[in-house]
């Protein structure tokens, strides 16, 4: 069984890449993809295609957000439908309800603004991509505050509120993350055999 677990490990695993200066990308187009997972977080939503934050992401050079808005309800008829493409703000805005997987999106991103969710968390940071996070804090348990803020503590990540996206947005210099360390499947299979009391 170990063999399996570390097999997939080997597999699966893949190193951060290098963070780029803000300054660096300002010559090529940038794209931001906002995600609030499988849930309903309409705030994040709200937030995400407001004149404050598009205005935001366009000044510092981001003039493309993908917005994957899950079962999130937009009030607006701009955004009607499964899935539609507008221009707001000087910034063009792809949304869309799911997909059976983000990675293409998250892996293309220069900026990936999320719910704070483990597994996005997780997957965004391995890919070693910026990552703003923003708790719901609608969900009955406080563990995506808890998450994020340990996170945000040792520095992979920025966690901020609905209120203060935009100016996290306009401070966040993605150079000054502390790179997501790689996965040490030693600790993991360790932990298993200690499970499975193999030792």
Not at 122 to 145: A, C, F, M, S, Y
Not at 160 to 169: C, G, P, R, Y
Not at 170 to 197: A, H, N, Q, T
Request: glycine share 6%; charged share 20%; aromatic share 8%.
């Amino acid at each position: 069984m170990e063999g399996n677990v570390i097999l997939l490990l080997l597999i699966y695993w893949r190193p951060p890449k290098v963070i780029p200066s803000r300054a660096s990308l300002k010559n090529h187009p940038m794209l931001v993809f906002v995600t609030v997972g499988s849930t309903r977080f309409d705030a994040l939503v709200k937030a995400a295609i407001s004149e404050s934050v598009l205005s935001t992401l366009r000044d510092f050079g981001y003039n493309h957000l993908i917005l994957q808005r899950g079962n999130s309800v937009i009030e607006s008829e701009e955004f009607n439908g499964e899935s539609c493409t507008i221009q707001r703000h000087g910034v063009d805005i792809e949304t869309w309800r799911f997909k059976s997987s983000i990675q293409e999106e998250c892996e293309q991103a220069d900026l990936v603004i999320s719910h704070a969710g483990s597994g996005t968390i997780l997957d965004v940071l391995r890919l070693g991509k910026p990552l703003i996070v923003v708790p719901n804090p609608t969900l009955l348990d406080n563990h995506q505050e808890e998450l994020a803020s340990a996170l945000h503590t040792l520095g992979h990540l920025k966690a901020t509120s609905i209120q203060d996206l935009a100016s996290t947005i306009s401070s966040f210099e993605p150079r000054d993350l502390v790179p997501f360390p790689p996965f040490d499947g030693s600790k993991f299979s360790k932990l298993v055999d200690e499970e499975m009391g193999f030792i």
